[in-house]
């Protein structure tokens, strides 16, 4: 029923012996329409057809070939990445290889020994078939019932409450309950979190160790996470300062592959949104990994040029941006420059395509003169972090723009405390980033210093195996009842 799903990314990453004919259906668009729909159909009417009782041997055997597929394109012998995984894995059995033995029991047991639909009509059609000539029963291992009275009816409808059940849950999945239900939904944060606590992975990813799911907040129609999953690292673009090789050494870690499992780790976590620049290489993975099932939602980082503003933007919208800002470099150089009146115009035009539309500074005055200007900026990103890291040097003169000091790049909030008391006054909500002054400060620290000092939500870079950590500490912190926040 997700109009979205595929089984392109799980085909992609087989393993095993066979792994070879799994990768070449991928390499056909109509291949994988076959798989795919031979998966939905196939698994919706074996499944209906077994809780049912009809034509239940047939139902099994197709299941099993199924179920028995999945086993061989991701065994369990292999490792897997956290996007692929089936829980249960061990040495050779996992839940794919108990469900295929169940399967082939189920399909070679007497039919008369369950019930289901498909023994009532094996009854009427021995009621209909009275005079016919008769089979000793001791030879009929099959002979049922001759006679449909109340009781045999009702335990070969038994199945029936289960299929209710079940219609139940799927309208609960597609968002079909009750208001009470999804205020509660809310209360939580708004996402349910699965996991599979027994994957055996390349990397120490540990779903298991997933507190709860990250809460959720709001920018104009989005419901987006608390954390949001930053860009320079999936970019390749590191705040490294006089490290030379950590920029290259990002950009061969972060693959493909490891940028999408990052980005299904974040799901999984309630990290729900992502703000990467408006780059061709950054939006062509994104859109491998919504074309593999993926949901999360991109907040785009456009680069307007001031002779044609709408080009970075209409690229932004066209590949699946579900708000835009207007990035902070640019939005420092427009402030700078006073140029204002080009800014409204860019928020306008952003907002007329129907999306949240924003502003991001590194400098407080980017965004003091957005507001001063009426600009109309929806939401507006900002710099903010503590102080205390050992290359702020509290020496220094901070009167070099963040943009004219990346040569430096030991600063990305010049005036926190002016941040912090300006930030307080605005009744939009507020994204910080460089939170962790590019690695220099502990998550536990900066997570508790931008909440605390007002931002709404908190855009960070993170390997992989800092997702599950990150949710756990952010958590933790928000449910702190000596969190001390006045801003609402």
């Not at 709860?212 to 608390?226: E, T």
Request: hydrophobic share 40%; proline share 4%; net charge neutral.
């Amino acid at each position: 029923m997700d109009p979205n799903w595929s089984s392109a990314y799980y085909l992609a990453n087989a393993s095993g012996l066979f792994k070879g004919v799994f990768q070449y259906i991928t390499e056909s668009p109509v291949l994988v329409s076959i798989a795919d729909t031979i998966n939905i159909l196939g698994l919706t009417a074996a499944g209906l057809l077994i809780i049912t009782g009809l034509f239940t041997r047939y139902a099994a055997i197709a299941g099993a070939i199924l179920v028995g597929l999945y086993y061989l394109a991701n065994p369990p012998f292999q490792p897997t990445g956290p996007a692929y995984g089936v829980e249960g894995n061990s040495l050779l059995v996992n839940k794919n290889l108990i469900e295929l033995m169940i399967l082939v029991v189920i399909a070679f047991i007497p039919k008369n020994w369950y019930f289901g639909i498909g023994n009532l009509i094996s009854i009427l059609k021995n009621i209909e078939n009275a005079g016919a000539i008769k089979v000793p029963e001791e030879m009929n291992h099959d002979a049922g019932k001759k006679t449909l009275d109340r009781r045999t009816v009702l335990k070969n409808l038994i199945s029936l409450p289960v299929l209710g059940g079940f219609a139940f849950a799927v309208a609960k999945n597609h968002g079909w309950f009750s208001f009470e239900e999804g205020h509660f939904l809310a209360q939580r944060g708004g996402t349910d979190v699965t996991t599979s606590p027994t994957i055996k992975l390349d990397d120490p990813v540990d779903l298991t160790q997933l507190k709860k799911p990250v809460p959720h907040g709001r920018i104009g129609n989005l419901n987006i996470g608390r954390i949001i999953s930053g860009g320079n690292l999936i970019s390749g673009f590191s705040h490294s300062r006089d490290l030379i090789y950590v920029s290259q050494l990002v950009k061969n870690y972060f693959s493909e592959k490891k940028i999408m499992d990052t980005f299904w780790l974040c799901e999984e976590c309630g990290i729900n949104t992502t703000a990467i620049s408006v780059r061709p290489d950054e939006v062509k993975i994104l859109n491998n990994y919504w074309k593999q099932g993926g949901k999360i939602r991109w907040i785009a980082q456009a680069y307007p040029k001031e002779n044609n503003y709408r080009e970075s933007i209409d690229f932004a919208l066209d590949n699946g941006a579900k708000a835009v800002l207007i990035m902070g470099n640019v939005g420092d150089e427009w402030a700078r420059d006073g140029k204002f009146e080009l800014m409204a115009k860019t928020i306008d035009y952003i907002k007329s395509k129907g999306v949240p539309a924003g502003v991001a500074g590194h400098e407080i005055t980017t965004i003091q003169g957005a507001e001063q200007h009426q600009v109309g900026a929806e939401f507006y990103m900002k710099t903010l972090h503590s102080r205390n890291y050992w290359s702020w040097k509290p020496e220094q003169t901070k009167d070099k723009m963040v943009i004219d000091n990346y040569s430096i790049d030991n600063y990305w909030d010049r005036n926190p405390d002016e941040t912090i008391a300006f930030m307080e006054s605005l009744d939009k909500p507020w994204i910080a980033f460089k939170i962790l002054a590019a690695g220099a400060v502990h998550p536990r620290d900066g997570f508790r210093f931008v909440f605390e000092k007002g931002a709404d939500f908190a855009c960070v870079g993170m390997f992989d195996y800092q997702v599950v950590e990150n949710a756990n500490i952010l958590t933790e912190i928000l449910d702190d009842e000596h969190l001390s926040r006045s801003r609402k």
